[in-house]
């Protein structure tokens, strides 16, 4: 079974621009979560989604969004980026068997300058 | 809210010998998840060993094991017969045992070196 795909892996954008990830979940899972990993913030949880629909959102303000397709296929959206927005962008998606364990993929790197 | 606590940034440990990573968390929910995750470098991260916490038997995944103490609120992972390829983060995670709650929260991360 392929494992969590994230899409791009690395991108550089300028503040001010947009930004969309994908991720593509193991085949089965229909939950996704992300987060953001930065060296001084550690591992952050920005939202959940399942069966297409946000569950649950961590703080992070607005400029922050998300989506999830019918295939359960996800999207995350950073609008006007910041400097700070430069990050590892994870993605996992959750296991069927009830056990809580999350699957990660290998991350999108995303610079801001 | 659940806040996760690992207060040593940095471990080193020689090959073949045995070593504990440290984690608290706070929580007032009775029915969770722990985990530890490592996080080799520029890799994914991957999970090594999972605790439910009305499981009280300690997990065992090989070589590594898990020490909880749910009245302590402390979760340890021991990695016995440490191996070159343990170096990485390893980051200690927490999650509610609640249906649509799939938040996990994170320690702030130990990196681990294994020496030859």
């Known amino acids: 079974k392929a494992g969590v795909t994230q899409t791009p892996r690395y991108l550089i954008k300028t503040r001010g621009q947009q930004v969309t990830l994908s991720c593509s979940p193991i085949?089965?899972?229909?939950?996704v979560s992300w987060y953001q990993q930065t060296p001084g913030q550690g591992l952050q949880f920005l939202f959940e989604?399942?069966?297409?629909?946000?569950?649950n959102k961590g703080n992070f303000p607005g400029r922050f969004s998300g989506r999830q397709f019918s295939n359960s296929r996800s999207e995350m959206n950073v609008s006007t980026l910041e400097l700070g927005d430069s990050a590892l962008y994870l993605c996992?998606?959750?296991?069927?068997?009830?056990?809580?364990?999350?699957?990660f993929g290998p991350g999108t790197r995303l610079t801001v300058l | 809210a659940q806040t996760v606590t690992q207060s040593q940034p940095e471990m080193s440990v020689q090959e073949a010998e045995t070593v504990t990573l440290s984690c608290t968390y706070d929580?007032?929910?009775?029915?969770?998840?722990l985990f530890w995750y490592k996080q080799p470098p520029s890799r994914q991260m991957i999970l090594v060993i999972r605790?439910?916490?009305?499981?009280?038997q300690n997990a065992t995944e090989n070589r590594f094991s898990v020490n909880f103490q749910k009245a302590a609120k402390s979760f340890s992972l021991k990695i016995s017969d440490s191996q070159l390829g343990d170096t990485a983060m390893y980051f200690c995670?927490?999650?509610?045992?609640?249906?649509?709650?799939?938040?996990?929260?994170f320690g702030a991360g130990t990196r681990l070196t294994v020496k030859p």
């Open positions: 996992a998606s959750t296991g069927t068997s009830g056990r809580g364990e999350q699957f």
């Open positions: 085949s089965g899972h229909r939950s």
């Open positions: 989604y399942f069966s297409e629909t946000q569950r």
């Open positions: 929580t007032s929910e009775n029915n969770y998840y």
């Open positions: 605790q439910e916490a009305y499981k009280q």
């Open positions: 995670a927490f999650m509610k045992h609640d249906l649509g709650m799939d938040d996990m929260r």
